[in-house]
């Protein structure tokens, strides 16, 4: 294994020296390649100054004191050659030569005159091509050079690189071999102490990293479930340690003291907990081990907090009881006002009824009388348990059946149906409606839309005016009955609740109108709005977006 590491080592270094080695050979010769052209730029303007068209020879000797290796031709604009400074014999025609076709720049290729790779640059003076070459051999020269350097620097440097390598894992073998015993029994294997084998530790490691890993990823997948759970629970859990600081509190009991998680952990929780019932009931828990269940009211709501005792601390569950107060406390409201409200009727109806089964009352007239009573206030018990069923069963409804509905024309149909109570009191209708396509059950809808007429032709004055509205995604109402008084403004909404009691039962009013408007409301989420003035009108404004 050492061997191994030594060799692997090593061959690190020999490729690392390689790639340098190319690395710096390519700038080389790009580097005397931007060298070369150049030289061969400022030799061309050199030669520029000293030919004149005829002077051949000069201009070769010139030029040649710079660079004895530079190659001078003249050429004509045919491609004759008329003078080449290294060969006298007749050359054939440089008409196509690349050099010629670009001006200006070099060219590096093959001369067959020559026979060797050369440089090329060329111009245009006196009429003439003007054409200068170097033979690239001093590059290769250098080249050679640094590939010999290279060499022997590269087998000097790896030679150095294996001796340091074997020095240093022999110096830190012999820990390394300590902690394979180590490992191995931790794994319960066999004693490795003498075996040098770097394998075998690699090993050892993989299967207690295997270990522990397996170990931290179940205790993560538990700590999350458990995260979940308590995060996720709909009251709050608070758990003190026997010091009386907080280790434990799920984000529905930090939104509950609105306090951030991170500034209480492990504090105590006088920090978070100010009120002195509650307090004096977590001290009675640690000290006595009293446990007694509490109400306490916080930011409007009203929450039951169970204490539990365990060995290590205390538990504090948080549990909001405020909708189940609100229920109960309606629910007996509401029995309380539907007694009330079916008592008086049935009241007047046994009563009749007795009258005229004991002769009190006896003549046809009275009876004729007695039995209109009776069925007036029948036909009352009747609306007042409809309308509790048609509340009841908004109540209940929690996924409402969604229809398309044009508001306008139930508001058109609403008005025919109630076109001899309008004429009764001779209520003037304008009528200002464009068509709303409104998306929700039809039948609450035309409850809706007839529970706030009626309401407008019931309380509205003799003679009086109805305007209503739509546009705009708006239902507007608009009467100049009896108006609401401002302090009244507020509770009209709740179930039995009249303005004036009195007119309400003469009129035939059950006080659950606009209860249920208010509930259809709640349950699209459209929003309502009263604006009214004692004895100048009423107006009803519903916000269908």
Do not use: W
């Not at 109570?421 to 039809?442: D, P, Y």
């Not at 708006?474 to 909404?493: N, T």
């Amino acid at each position: 294994m050492k061997k191994r590491l030594v060799l692997t080592n090593a061959l690190l270094v020999l490729g690392s020296l390689i790639l340098l080695f190319f690395f710096s050979l390519v700038v080389i010769i790009n580097d005397n390649n931007k060298n070369t052209t150049d030289d061969l730029n400022t030799y061309l303007k050199i030669s520029q100054n000293i030919f004149n068209g005829s002077n051949y020879q000069e201009t070769s000797a010139g030029i040649r004191e710079y660079n004895k290796n530079l190659r001078v031709t003249i050429i004509d604009l045919e491609g004759n050659v008329l003078y080449d400074s290294n060969y006298d014999n007749e050359l054939e025609s440089h008409i196509d030569r690349p050099e010629l076709d670009n001006l200006g720049k070099v060219f590096s290729r093959y001369s067959n005159t020559l026979k060797k790779q050369m440089f090329y640059i060329a111009t245009m003076d006196n009429g003439y091509y003007l054409r200068l070459a170097l033979p690239s051999e001093s590059i290769n020269d250098v080249i050679s050079k640094y590939v010999i350097i290279s060499v022997t620097a590269l087998i000097v440097i790896l030679l150095i690189s294996i001796l340091f390598s074997h020095s240093i894992l022999k110096k830190n073998l012999a820990p390394l071999k300590r902690v394979v015993n180590r490992l191995g029994k931790i794994v319960n294997s066999e004693n490795l102490y003498g075996v040098d084998n770097v394998e075998v530790i690699s090993k050892q490691i993989d299967l207690i990293n295997e270990a522990i890993g397996n170990k931290i990823n179940e205790l993560n997948r538990e700590k999350l479930k458990i995260e979940y759970i308590i995060n996720n629970m709909q009251s709050g859990l608070i758990v003190l340690d026997d010091n009386k600081n907080i280790i434990l509190i799920n984000d529905y009991a930090c939104d509950i003291l609105n306090f951030q998680k991170a500034k209480i952990m492990n504090k105590s929780y006088l920090y978070i907990i100010r009120d002195p019932d509650l307090q004096a009931n977590i001290e009675g828990a640690f000290t006595e081990n009293k446990i007694k269940n509490i109400e306490l009211s916080l930011d409007g709501k009203l929450y039951k907090i169970r204490f539990n005792r365990f060995n290590i601390g205390l538990m504090l569950t948080f549990i909001d009881i405020s909708e189940a107060k609100t229920i109960e406390k309606m629910k007996k409201e509401f029995f309380a006002n539907a007694s009330h409200e079916l008592k008086s009727p049935l009241t007047s109806i046994i009563g009749y009824q007795q009258m005229i089964k004991e002769g009190i009352i006896d003549d046809k007239a009275g009876i004729s009388d007695a039995i209109n009573v009776t069925i007036k206030e029948a036909e009352r018990m009747n609306k007042i348990i409809l309308e509790m069923l048609e509340l009841s069963k908004l109540e209940g409804e929690v996924v409402p059946k969604f229809e398309t509905v044009d508001l306008s024309l139930i508001v058109s149909d609403v008005l025919t149906s109630l076109k001899n109570e309008i004429e009764a009191k001779n209520i003037t209708v304008t009528i200002n409606t464009q068509k709303l396509i409104v998306k929700m059950n039809s039948l609450n809808a035309v409850t809706l839309v007839r529970n706030l007429i009626e309401n407008a032709i019931k309380y509205n004055k003799q003679n009086g005016k109805l305007a209503i509205t739509i546009y705009d995604n708006k239902f507007i109402i608009k009467d100049s009955g009896i108006g609401i008084a401002v302090e009244e403004q507020s509770r009209v909404f709740e179930r039995f609740y009249r303005v004036d009691k009195g007119k309400s039962k003469q009129l035939g009013g059950t006080g659950l109108g606009l209860a249920i408007v208010k509930h259809i409301c709640n349950l699209y989420k459209f929003t309502i709005d009263l604006q009214s003035v004692k004895n100048i009108g009423t107006t009803i404004t519903i916000y269908f977006s």
